[in-house]
């Protein structure tokens, strides 16, 4: 594919947007005309993609003389480029090309159009936009990086908006629906370009080693700067020790078995709240739609979870509802699987879907809760040790959760890649 520069597809001067090019991309729909919306900036996601958002008036269904069609959406690119290669970006083209039409899932946006190339790591994609809408990461206070920013106009941001832990609880929902669909589908594992399919077929040891060795690199020398008396984040020794011991443990064959012990099933990948818009907000049509999906990929489910509350929750509040919130989480996805069962829904399911029902207890549930989300965050922490002060945020989050719910080090799960 060749991604055409958005300065040839968008005139920043005049705001008129070239609609021959868009009604190639959107055909058959014919585009009437189309402009850039005015004081709209993308707000949510850790996205590295480029944004305009455009209105676009389509020719009636009918053909000409028919009612036009008013729509607003999202131009996303990505430019070919090293990182996204490596990153493998462009899935998130993929992924609505692909699978976001088997979801029936409301909370992921429509897409009109969209095409990516994993080898170079560019993307376009024409998506839905999602109008007087808010970042649900705002809702969790100053405390948060991602907040920083904002920190002058948090009151008015969550003025009217759920609280923490309704955004949570609301967040889990569409998570149990997003797995419940793709649940122990091995079908999932033929997409190439999903993250883990082929770690998933026991293929690609060198990518996830690969992975690995990065957080570790990552570790070694965080741990060489510690011990010197250099370090300039302030180490918990209990979350020191849990590091050592999970990176001791980085194996494989140790994977393989591991993961055939568990369930998988298609997952976002990129757990957080930032990764949700609150839209409509303050109307009776106020829900919460996931967004950036650059990262999806097959893994353990409940592994999202403890991603999300580590990344965001303040620890008082998580120790209060974490229990009760994936439970919840728990409850829909049995009732959503149990509905697939019965054939209203899904694709792909191998074996017995009541013994998977049965076998995914909430007991099961809460310990994939506190293994996968300790291991996600111990890959991601090496990672950015260096951005003081931010590190430090994540450091006494993660700290505060293995606290909690590892208390011997020697339990540690390896890291989740």
Known sequence: MSTVALSTIVNEETGVVDAA???????????????????????????????????????????????????????????????????????????????????????????YFSEGDMATGEAQMLIECLTDAVPAGVFFGAGNPNNWAVKARLGELCAGNPSPVETTRLSFSLYAQLHAAHWQSSPLFEKGWLRG???????????????????????????????????????????????????????????????????????HGDAHPHNALWTRQRTDGACLRLIDFEMVGVASPAQELGQYMISHMAPELRRAHERELVAGYHAELTEALRKRRAGEGGEGDEGDGEAQVAAFTLEACWEEYVAGGAGRWVWFLPMFWQMTPVAQFFHDQLAAFLKDHVADPANMPMPRV
Do not use: T
């Open 197 to 267: 399919a082929d770690w998933y077929r026991g293929e690609g040891e060198a990518g996830w080693a690969g992975a690995q060795q990065m957080a570790k690199a990552g570790w070694e020398a965080a741990s060489a700067q510690r011990l010197a008396g250099e370090a300039k984040l302030k180490w918990d020794p209990h979350l020191v020790a849990c590091l050592d011991a999970s990176f001791g443990k980085v194996s494989w064959a140790d994977f393989q078995a591991e993961k055939d012990d568990r369930p998988f099933a298609f997952v």
């Open 21 to 111: 090019w868009l009604s190639q991309k959107m055909a058959p729909r014919l585009v009437l005309r189309a402009g850039v919306r005015p004081g709209q900036e993308k707000m949510g996601g850790m996205s590295a993609g480029e944004f305009r958002f455009l209105d676009v008036v389509l020719e009636g269904e009918g053909g000409e003389g028919g009612e036009e069609e008013h729509v607003a959406l999202a131009l996303k690119q990505s430019a070919p480029s090293a990182n996204g290669a490596m990153m493998g970006l462009a899935r998130e083209a993929f992924f609505y090309a692909e699978l976001a039409p088997s979801l029936s899932l409301a909370g992921v946006p429509r897409c």
